[in-house]
């Protein structure tokens, strides 16, 4: 209804305007002239006639709406045939409201079969060029909306596609970290299956006590793709304590004091770092392994270094990546793009180090997909 109630006063007004320009055009040369002017039949006459164009507007814009003239260049046809029709029946409808108010341009007045042959010999011209001025500019509205409606969709297309990419990225990152979860839970329940066949109980139930605790410490942050570091280094020392009742004194750990403890790294980014040095270290050594895990930072990023003084790599080069390494090669790529980095390499002396490089932040960006 209020569109409706605009494009009516929409209307009114246009040919309002229309006509006080028709009033003007036609006085001003009179008084240029210095000749007298016929306010009445000039004020009335011309508004007469712009509002009985204004009654008809409704079914010029409807016809245009039925036939627009941008899509089908023959619809012209249609209209030039109404143009005509529109003129004549505008014109019949305004003689006899111009002789019922007494300001037909004409002394005396006609009757009204006369006034209307009148009017139509003067007047035929205008009203076609009213109906097409009308055409005119509804086509040009009709175009600049359609215009906006196409920009509205394309940009709507635009955000559903943004939403769908970053429910994508949401997706694949938690299916990266789902992978990882299960992967140390099998680990863990293989190493206490290990000790339930050594008959070491007392061990045993250390370690599902305690993985009960990682567990519950897991689920807690199950939705979490970044946590502040301090999160992530308390989630390492309770799996390192698993590792360390599996391993008794042959693994001891070293987790370096830092200030960087708001900053936020990917969930369970260290875990399976500290998986492989717990394996490759221990697992192929007799001798006391000590893993350090240090945070450091420099030109705005922050260094993850976990080392570990075993044995070493095997070979020069780093062999094929296990699940724990590329699952986090991964992660760290979706997250942070080229920001981000993963370097194994052999470590001063002996043993591994692999280092950790990622953008420093302390919150979350707005609609990012690791809310």
């Known amino acids: 209804m209020r569109q409706r109630i605009r494009v009516i006063v929409g ?3 246009g040919w309002t305007i229309a006509g006080l320009f028709y009033i003007v055009q036609d006085t001003v040369p009179r008084l240029y002239r210095g000749g007298a002017v016929p306010w009445k039949y000039v004020f009335v006459g011309w508004m007469t006639g712009m509002y009985v164009c204004a009654a008809l507007t409704p079914a010029v814009l409807w016809l245009s709406n039925r036939w627009p003239i941008e899509r089908r260049v023959a619809d012209a046809t249609w209209h030039l045939c ?5 003129s004549i029946l505008s014109t019949t409808l305004e003689v006899p409201i111009l002789l019922l108010l007494g300001a037909f341009p004409a002394l005396p007045p006609p009757s009204l079969t006369a006034g209307v042959r009148i009017m139509l010999g003067f007047g035929i011209q205008s009203g076609v060029i009213r109906y097409w001025a009308v055409i005119a500019l509804h086509t040009v509205y009709r175009s600049q909306k359609n215009a906006k409606n196409r920009e ?3 940009f709507e297309l635009k955000v559903q596609a943004s939403e769908l990419a970053q429910q994508l990225a949401t997706a694949q990152l938690s299916s990266l970290k789902m992978q990882l979860q299960p992967h140390f839970l099998f680990n863990t329940l293989g190493a206490i299956m290990v000790l339930i066949q050594q008959q070491k ?4 139930e250390a370690m599902v006590e305690k993985l009960g605790d990682l567990l519950r410490l897991t689920l807690e942050d199950v ?3 970044e946590v502040p570091l301090w999160r992530e280094l308390e989630f390492l020392r309770l799996y390192l304590s698993i590792e360390q009742v599996r391993f008794e004194d042959r693994l001891r750990v070293r987790i370096a004091p830092t200030e960087l403890s708001d900053v936020l790294v990917p969930h369970m980014v260290l875990q399976p770092i500290v998986e492989n040095a717990v394996r490759h270290g221990l697992g192929q050594s007799e001798e006391v392994v000590t893993i350090e895990v240090v945070a450091a930072s420099s030109n705005g990023s922050l260094h993850l270094v976990v080392s570990d003084d075993g044995p070493g790599l095997l ?7 296990g699940i724990g390494l590329t699952n986090t090669r991964n992660r760290l790529a979706r997250l942070y793009g080229e920001s981000a980095h993963l370097v194994i390499e052999p470590a001063a002396g002996r043993g591994v180090r692999v280092t950790i490089t990622l953008p420093i932040r302390t919150a979350l960006p707005e609609g990012s997909p690791c809310d």
């Open 11 to 13: 209307v009114w007004f």
């Open 82 to 86: 109404f143009s005509v029709v529109f």
């Open 152 to 154: 509205r969709e394309a």
């Open 201 to 204: 109980t007392a061990q045993a």
């Open 223 to 225: 939705e979490a793709q």
């Open 315 to 321: 070979s020069p080069k780093p062999g094929r990546s």
